[in-house]
Each structure stands twice: as C-alpha cells, then as structure tokens.
C-alpha cells in the first residue's frame, strides 16, 4: 500500500516521488544574500577614493598633461604634497575609525617644529636628540589628549579642540620666550651635520640611482651637470612605509579588528573583553606620532621651524580619510582609501598651477569632494547594515 491512495512497485524508492524532475528549478534561500562583484567592489570603503584619482588623473591627463605635470619633477612635487598629508591622514584615518577626531593635529605640527628647532639652534643640543625630545613631548601630549577623553568622557572634539588653542598658544609663547622670534632657521645645516637626522628625516633617497638614470638621459640634468631630480624625498619613503603599517595592522591583526569593534560599538566591544580605553588612547599617541614625523620632516626639508606651521592641516587630514571612505560615526574605513585621499588632495593642489584655472578654486573643489564622498560613504553604509 502507498501513501494516500498511491501504490509503489517494490523495487521503487518512495523518496522519488517528491524529487525534483530536471526541468524544476531548486527553491532559493531567501536568507542568502547574492552581491555581483561590482556590489561587493562597490562596499569596499576605499572604492570612491581610488574612483576619485582615476578620475583626477584623467582630468589633469588632458588638462596639464601637455605642461609637464607628469614628468619627473612634476610628479615628485604633487607626489610631496600628497605625502605630507598622507602622514596625516593615516592616523587621524585610524583614530576616526575608532569613534574618535583630534583637532590638535595641526597645532602639534606647529609645536613639535619648535620641539625639534629651539633646543638644537639655541641650546646646541644634537638635532638627533632634540627630534627624539620632540617626539616624545608631541606623544605625551596625545596620551594626555586620549586620557581626558576616556577619563571625562567629554567628546574629543571638545577636548582636541582645546588643545588645538592651548598648542598653539604654548608655540607661540615658548618662540617669542626664548629666541624672540617665532621663525627659527638654521635647522638645515644642523641636519646635514647630524648622521642620524641626514640619514632618516633630512634630503633624498636614492640620489646615486637618478643621478645616473639622469646621466643615461632618463631625465633632466641641469647646468651643473646635477640632475634635475636629485632623488625620491624621504617623506614619500616614510609615508609609504607609514601606509603600509597601518593597512596590514587594520586588516591582518587583532588590535586592527579592536579599533574597528571600538568605533562600531564602543559598549559592545567592552562587553567582550576589548580593552576600548587602551586602544583609543594608544590611537591618539599615534596621530600625535604622526604629526611629529610630518613636523621633524618638514623642519629639516625646509631648514627652518616657524610657530603657525599645520594650519588647518587637521581639516585636511579629516577630508583625505573621509574621502578615503572612513565614516566621522566610526567604525568603518581604510588606510588605503585616507591614503588615495591625500593622494587626490596632492594632485589638485600641485595640478591647478599647471592649469589656467585660478588656485582659488581648490578650496571649493575640496569641499564639492568632501561633501561627495560624505554622501556616497552614507550610501555604502546603507549598503553594507542591510546586507547584515
């Protein structure tokens, strides 16, 4: 006897009378969730910055291409550019995934210039330790920095900001106390002397290898038979490796995955054993580094330290990491994409000189870009909670 009526020869299976014949298709599971390759390209938070430069170069290819922009030398000067602020932006990239900002970048610069200048010119201390001097008061600031955060829990626009006012009135202050001036130059000349300083922070690398791809005629020599493009300046070596740091310790590790459960939850990650004060403390140490390491860069490239140097560069920094995909609610972003914004930033700002357009319009393409990629980060955000 069958089921409901249904007789079955001994040697058939009953099973088979619910199989499927081929011509049925199988029923999908509505719980799993089909992205194209262009969906999951599109939720990487980098994908508009590296969209953006495409986009950038393309531009300027047909606008300055003809005007030397992508010789040599035209490409180390908005590659410089673009290298000062990366430095930035990968902290203050990192720091904003974590939930948190620090207005004070542009003041630290300021400060730690002065760091690096004062005791070196007017105390005759080694430039190699007044650069570790430097160091360590810009790091101690930003762990005083985090510290309030954590300890008032007061937002750190508030706390950053003050200290964005007390840095640079301090600069200020300590110039006019002790040389009278708030420019000191003379640094140069220290750093050349210096083994240390020359050989991490002061001049070119590589100078050897283009001085003879310049005299194999692969680039411009110059009447005193030195080539045009001495070297690769030690910013973009720094940056690099600085960039490449922090994408491998965000993706790869397990502090990198605290950083993104810190910004995305704070109380959450807490729950779970992430320690959230240590992590966005350390974070704050790390974009006071960084703005270090741009100042120190900048005080030996230039040869001189000046008490308003990094005005503004806190914004900028902000811009780069949000064009790069970092969202200012914390939680989501990438080095690599804060690095492709700095990158943008470089080629704008060195690009429009190679133009007819007036400079003037670079603020307002900064804000046209940071308004755009605000918008799109809030759609891939969108994007990425309703595939959850």
Same mark, same amino acid.
């Given at each position: 006897?069958?089921?409901?009526?249904?007789?079955?020869?001994?040697?058939?299976?009953?099973?088979?009378?619910?199989?499927?014949?081929?011509?049925?298709?199988?029923?999908?599971?509505?719980?799993? $969730?089909?992205?194209?390759?262009?969906?999951?390209?599109?939720?990487?938070?980098?994908?508009?910055?590296?969209?953006?430069?495409?986009?950038?170069?393309?531009?300027?290819?047909?606008?300055?291409?003809?005007?030397?922009?992508?010789? !040599?030398?035209?490409?180390?000067?908005?590659?410089?550019?673009?290298?000062?602020?990366?430095?930035?932006?990968?902290?203050?990239?990192?720091?904003?995934?974590?939930?948190?900002?620090?207005?004070?970048?542009?003041?630290?610069?300021?400060?730690?210039?002065?760091?690096?200048?004062?005791?070196?010119?007017?105390?005759?201390?080694?430039?190699?330790?007044?650069?570790?001097?430097?160091?360590?008061?810009?790091?101690?600031?930003?762990?005083?920095?985090?510290?309030?955060?954590?300890?008032? $829990?007061?937002?750190?626009?508030?706390?950053?900001?003050?200290?964005?006012?007390?840095?640079?009135?301090?600069?200020?202050?300590?110039?006019?106390?002790?040389?009278?001036?708030?420019?000191?130059?003379?640094?140069?000349?220290?750093?050349?002397?210096?083994?240390?300083?020359?050989?991490?922070?002061?001049?070119?690398?590589?100078?050897?290898?283009?001085?003879?791809?310049?005299?194999?005629?692969?680039?411009?020599?110059?009447?005193?038979?030195?080539?045009?493009?001495?070297?690769?300046?030690?910013?973009?070596?720094?940056?690099?490796? !600085?960039?490449?740091?922090?994408?491998?310790?965000?993706?790869?590790?397990?502090?990198?995955?605290?950083?993104?459960?810190?910004?995305?939850?704070?109380?959450?990650?807490?729950?779970?054993?992430?320690?959230?004060?240590?992590?966005?403390?350390?974070?704050?140490?790390?974009?006071?580094?960084?703005?270090?390491?741009?100042?120190?860069?900048?005080?030996?490239?230039?040869?001189?330290?000046?008490?308003?140097?990094?005005?503004?560069?806190?914004?900028?920094?902000?811009?780069?990491?949000?064009?790069?995909?970092?969202?200012?609610?914390?939680?989501?972003?990438?080095?690599?994409?804060?690095?492709?914004?700095? !990158?943008?930033?470089?080629?704008?700002?060195?690009?429009?000189?190679?133009?007819?357009?007036?400079?003037?319009?670079?603020?307002?393409?900064?804000?046209?870009?940071?308004?755009?990629?605000?918008?799109?980060?809030?759609?891939?955000? $969108?994007?990425?909670?309703?595939?959850?």
């Amino acid at each position: 006897m069958g089921v409901a009526g249904k007789h079955y020869p001994p040697h058939v299976n009953r099973q088979q009378d619910n199989a499927e014949t081929p011509d049925q298709a199988k029923p999908s599971d509505e719980r799993v $969730r089909h992205t194209s390759w262009f969906g999951h390209l599109l939720n990487r938070p980098e994908f508009a910055a590296i969209s953006g430069t495409v986009l950038v170069f393309i531009v300027f290819g047909f606008g300055a291409g003809s005007s030397g922009m992508f010789n !040599l030398d035209g490409v180390m000067n908005w590659s410089q550019v673009a290298a000062y602020l990366g430095l930035l932006a990968v902290g203050a990239c990192l720091l904003m995934i974590a939930g948190e900002f620090d207005l004070s970048i542009g003041s630290m610069i300021g400060f730690a210039g002065m760091m690096v200048a004062l005791p070196a010119v007017y105390f005759h201390w080694p430039l190699s330790l007044s650069i570790l001097f430097a160091f360590v008061m810009s790091m101690l600031l930003g762990a005083l920095n985090g510290y309030l955060v954590m300890r008032t $829990r007061l937002p750190s626009f508030i706390v950053t900001l003050a200290f964005l006012f007390i840095l640079r009135g301090l600069t200020l202050a300590l110039s006019i106390m002790f040389a009278d001036r708030t420019i000191i130059s003379g640094v140069g000349d220290l750093a050349q002397a210096d083994p240390i300083a020359d050989t991490l922070f002061h001049g070119v690398a590589f100078h050897g290898l283009f001085n003879w791809l310049a005299h194999m005629g692969i680039g411009k020599l110059l009447d005193s038979g030195q080539p045009l493009v001495p070297g690769i300046p030690k910013v973009i070596i720094w940056w690099l490796a !600085l960039a490449a740091v922090g994408a491998f310790v965000l993706a790869k590790t397990r502090y990198g995955n605290w950083i993104l459960a810190v910004g995305g939850d704070a109380n959450a990650a807490k729950n779970v054993g992430v320690p959230v004060k240590r992590v966005k403390i350390s974070l704050f140490v790390l974009t006071a580094f960084c703005s270090c390491l741009f100042a120190v860069l900048q005080v030996c490239d230039i040869g001189s330290a000046a008490a308003d140097r990094g005005l503004q560069k806190e914004f900028e920094a902000i811009i780069a990491a949000v064009i790069g995909g970092t969202l200012l609610t914390g939680g989501y972003g990438s080095v690599v994409g804060a690095c492709f914004g700095a !990158l943008i930033f470089g080629v704008v700002q060195i690009g429009i000189t190679y133009t007819n357009v007036s400079s003037d319009w670079f603020r307002v393409f900064l804000g046209v870009m940071l308004l755009i990629a605000v918008l799109f980060n809030h759609y891939v955000r $969108r994007r990425v909670s309703q595939a959850q």
